[in-house]
């Protein structure tokens, strides 16, 4: 029975293939509010899949199987190229840069899941952590011009690279649960908005971004406050 725990552990995880797939059709139909919502799912798959694998204790009953390489490859696709996706189907940067701003997207992630840091041992990320999926919704909901979102997409894919830690949001070594109630009431902020679009309120559009300041300044604090005392990044 726990063998059986620790495969339907996996492919829990391994459902963000099917959620990437159907989003991926989605986007393709131009059937947005539906791509976004699988995205969604999937997030909650993500925030959940870890707990349950430390619980069941999958990497003692599988040891030759590796969870973690399964949750970078789905997380890479449902992460990275759904949103590359949104941004070139979606038309929300200008038609001459539609290939050039996704794939800006796909190569600078693509170092960043590559870096042996990417994950530190003190749960941070290392660079911009890929949350395109994110970004791209906001983008689709604040209808900003084309070249201020090709911009915006720029200057993220320019951030992989700058070597700053950011904090892991379940797992964050310091105001874990003000991180995660806040992340709870801002989950709950972004259902609305999905369930409004494409009209989505402006009001509840700018109260959801506090939560995203929030994480920055958070993990802007811990860098440069851990950098000094030298213990970012074992």
Do not use: C
């Amino acid at each position: 029975m726990s063998l059986v725990a620790a495969w339907l552990v996996h492919l829990y995880t391994a459902s963000g293939f099917v959620l990437a797939f159907l989003s991926a059709a989605s986007v393709i139909d131009h059937d947005y509010r539906t791509a976004f919502f699988y995205l969604g799912l999937q997030i909650a798959v993500d925030a959940t899949d870890g707990v349950l694998a430390r619980a069941v204790r999958v990497s003692e009953r599988l040891p030759w199987f590796s969870g973690s390489k399964l949750d970078d490859l789905v997380d890479y696709l449902t992460y990275v190229f759904v949103p590359a996706l949104f941004a070139w189907r979606g038309q929300i940067v200008p038609e001459a840069w539609a290939f050039a701003v996704p794939s800006a997207m796909l190569l600078s992630s693509g170092y960043g899941f590559s870096r042996a840091d990417a994950k530190t041992a003190d749960h941070l990320f290392t660079g911009f952590p890929s949350y395109w999926n994110i970004v791209v919704f906001y983008l689709f909901v604040l209808h900003l011009s084309s070249w201020t979102n090709a911009a915006i997409l720029l200057g993220f894919a320019l951030l992989v690279f700058v070597p700053i830690r950011y904090i892991y949001p379940s797992r964050t070594p310091i105001w874990q649960w003000p991180t995660n109630l806040l992340g709870i009431v801002w989950g709950a902020l972004l259902l609305v908005m999905l369930w409004q679009y494409p009209n989505v309120s402006p009001a509840i559009t700018w109260i959801s971004l506090a939560y995203p300041a929030y994480y920055f300044a958070l993990s802007l604090a811990v860098h440069f406050s851990w950098g000094r005392r030298g213990t970012v990044g074992h």
